[in-house]
């Protein structure tokens, strides 16, 4: 007998005498805590993101390119990763040299990038959360992971939703998903709690609008 | 389960060593307060807490009522996009599994991101004896490898160890697995943690294989989910070209939908965030993106064999947030160790004596290593009726009876008699002679009251004008017995 024959026949006797549940489960929690209008909603992100150590701008689409720019100049960065589709007048007005990611570039490779800017899929005010899917103008996952400065744009107020059941629902589960809720961190001593650990240590997140 | 706590002592002399020990009683305090004050911070900020928790425990007792359907579900899901799907029925398969598909990529090293399924199975040590190295790449869980220790706390297994320790142990340790702590290292936790970036950061870059758990996989995507702060998981998840994941079979939700309960009352659970740094999903493989190979192994171990329970079964719904650990009197005197498995506190009381059986001492003990104060029940967010179980599984440590054993029916016998009576009586005795967790224990709820006992069982009688029992009123076990068991039936 193979062990999924195996497995599976133990849970089916473990089961045998359990009565069917057919009633769904009900769902009466909320989908979003509390009522906001949109301009609120994006507040919220704002708040929270910043709570978890997230350094937060915010913008006109006119004034991207001068921010990102500002940005990358004031951490020093003398070069920043571009995911295959960021839209290209973002960087327009960028010093640092471009390093496009390819197939064959490796980890170590990644190690020597200052920044990443990318764009996201969704961002959730109530947490404080991004979540980025891979899609082009945000890249593969190693490229918001290995380089130490990680700078997002997200769109105001179209990418944010209130809550993550509101989340869940935009994104598509076969791609690739990462959730980001300030720099990576720990409080493994003592409970400390001390920000950047192996994630980027630089989390800054641009709220553009329109 | 693994043998490695085999030979562990019982509850009671484990945790001795614990009481004894200022510093980590000490830690062990600051620790689990702090977090629980945090973690109810963090709750009261959802005004439908409760609904949450509802639905969570509805969403995990309607999968394991169909755990079978889920799991080939789940199968089919994870083999279309890309994965292959090993099943393991207990720990010695699922370490034989990694171990052959490690060696079948020629690779003598992995990076791991912490997953209490392979603690449980003992699997550093398994690819150890087959030449492979395993490095543990969660802070602690590297604290922990690095000080040749056993970890103690769900969460923050290191939680044993403060600063000047962990220090040490980064300076004397370190160069032996890698790069070596800076020069002048010192205990600040900003400090260490740099160092711990260092050190890991070389290994990162260069793996080849990863292995981790999931603390979700969704049966009708085949997603899988991991919930983590440092970003080590996400290291060991996207960089290497092989990725391991061992899971338990009871970590399946059936939808994509059912994340949206545990996504929001996890990390509240847990760490006391709105949300955690990372949270990685990944459904098989992704061209040009993260691991070219995936395989999934099924966890059994033991975990059938609790489905088999009536009543233990409730324990599978656990999502190891460890919110029962912090707000427990016995778990915070007696130190995570003194439970002897990788699941300590009070759902270790649980899970430990069910995956492995009640036949040790240590697993005889455990169900008795409590004041049946319910406040694990109340923190639950899955509402495990941690004293229920607790209760039921007493009954059969005393009684014997029928249960399920490796997927054989069985009927234990009574411990009468035996050393792991004597341990569970020294367990039981251990938790109610400790003034602090009694205290703990007498502001009871009266829902859990009536699952208190008030006098021990068995031979426990014979203490009860003992000077260490002031409190606890003569009554028959047989009474006592009589009553607790009402409680239980009453109870759903
Ligand atoms: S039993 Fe409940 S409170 Fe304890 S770790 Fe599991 S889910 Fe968390």
């Known amino acids: 007998m193979s062990s999924r024959e195996r497995v599976l026949g133990r849970v089916r006797r473990a089961l045998a005498d359990v009565p069917a549940d057919g009633a769904p489960v009900l769902r009466d929690y909320l989908r979003e805590h509390g009522r906001r209008g949109a301009d609120e909603t994006v507040e919220l992100l704002a708040g929270n993101l910043a709570d978890y150590r997230a350094i937060v701008h915010r913008c006109t689409d006119a004034q991207l390119p001068e921010v990102l720019m500002r940005l990358l100049a004031a951490h020093g960065s003398q070069s920043v990763v571009v995911p295959p589709e960021l839209p290209p007048h973002w960087l327009k007005a960028v010093d640092a040299t471009r390093v496009h990611d390819r197939a064959a570039s490796t980890p170590q490779d990644l190690d020597r990038v200052d920044s990443v800017v990318t764009g996201c899929a969704v961002a959730v005010a109530e947490t404080g959360t991004i979540v980025l899917d891979g899609s082009p103008d945000q890249g593969r996952r190693r490229i918001t992971l290995v380089p130490d400065h990680h700078v997002c744009v997200v769109r105001v107020p179209d990418q944010v939703v209130s809550s993550v059941p509101q989340a869940l629902e935009r994104l598509d589960p076969v791609r690739p998903l990462t959730w980001i809720s300030g720099p990576s961190a720990t409080s493994d001593i003592e409970l400390d709690r001390v920000e950047g650990v192996h994630g980027p240590r630089t989390l800054e997140v641009v709220l553009v609008e329109g | ?492």
């Open chain 2, 1 to 492: 389960m693994s043998g490695t706590h085999l030979g562990m002592p019982s509850f009671p002399e484990a945790a001795r060593d614990a009481v004894h020990d200022p510093t980590l009683r000490g830690n062990l305090r600051h620790a689990t307060h702090t977090i629980r004050d945090k973690r109810a911070r963090a709750v009261a900020e959802l005004d439908d807490w409760a609904r949450l928790r509802e639905a969570g425990k509805r969403i995990k007792d309607h999968t394991l009522r169909y755990l079978d359907r889920y799991l080939v579900r789940v199968e089919e899901a994870v083999t279309a996009a890309g994965g292959t799907v090993h099943w393991a029925a207990d720990a010695e398969e699922a370490n034989r599994i990694v171990a052959d598909l490690v060696k079948a990529t020629g690779e003598s090293e992995v990076v791991k991101v912490k997953s209490m399924a392979t603690q449980e199975t003992g699997l550093n040590e398994a690819l150890e004896a087959e030449g492979i190295r395993a490095y543990e790449t969660d802070l602690a869980e590297l604290i922990v490898q690095l000080g040749g220790d056993r970890p103690s706390h769900i969460l923050v297994p290191a939680i044993h160890r403060n600063r000047g320790e962990i220090r040490d142990i980064f300076r004397s340790e370190m160069g032996e697995w890698g790069r070596p702590a800076p020069e002048g290292l010192t205990d600040t936790p900003a400090e260490l943690a740099e160092a711990a970036r260092l050190h890991l950061r070389e290994k990162f870059l260069r793996a080849r294989v990863g292995i981790s758990g999931a603390n979700f996989m969704v049966a009708e995507t085949g997603t899988l989910v991991v919930v983590e702060s440092e970003g080590n998981g996400r290291m060991c998840l996207t960089l290497p070209e092989t990725l391991i994941s061992v899971v338990g079979i009871e970590k399946i939700v059936p939808t994509w939908r059912d994340l949206e309960v545990f996504l929001q009352t996890l990390p509240r659970s847990s760490t006391a965030e709105r949300m955690n740094p990372y949270t990685s999903m990944w459904t098989g493989t992704t061209d040009g993106d993260g691991p070219r190979t995936f395989h999934l192994v099924l966890l059994d171990n033991g975990r059938t064999d609790t489905l088999a329970d009536e009543v233990g079964r409730q324990a599978l719904r656990c999502i190891r947030c460890s919110a029962c650990l912090n707000v427990c009197p016995v778990y915070e005197r007696a130190g995570g160790h003194a439970y002897g498995s990788v699941y300590p506190g009070p759902i270790g009381a649980i899970l430990s004596p069910q995956l492995r059986g009640t036949g040790s001492e240590i697993d005889a003990s455990l169900p008795y290593a409590s004041s049946l104060c319910g406040a694990c029940y109340e923190v639950c967010p899955v509402a495990i009726d941690i004293p229920e179980v607790l209760v039921h599984l007493r009954e059969r440590v005393v009684q014997g009876g029928p249960a399920v054993r490796q997927g054989n029916r069985v009927v234990l016998k009574p411990a009468r008699g035996h050393a792991a009576e004597r341990a569970a009586m020294r367990a039981a005795r251990w938790a109610f002679t400790h003034p602090g967790a009694l205290r703990a224990g007498q502001r009871l709820t009266s829902r859990t009251r009536r699952l208190h006992p008030r006098t021990l069982p068995g031979p426990g009688r014979a203490w009860s004008g003992s000077r260490d029992l002031p409190e606890v009123p003569a009554e028959p076990f047989r009474d006592w017995w009589q009553r607790t068991r009402d409680g239980k039936d009453g109870a759903k």
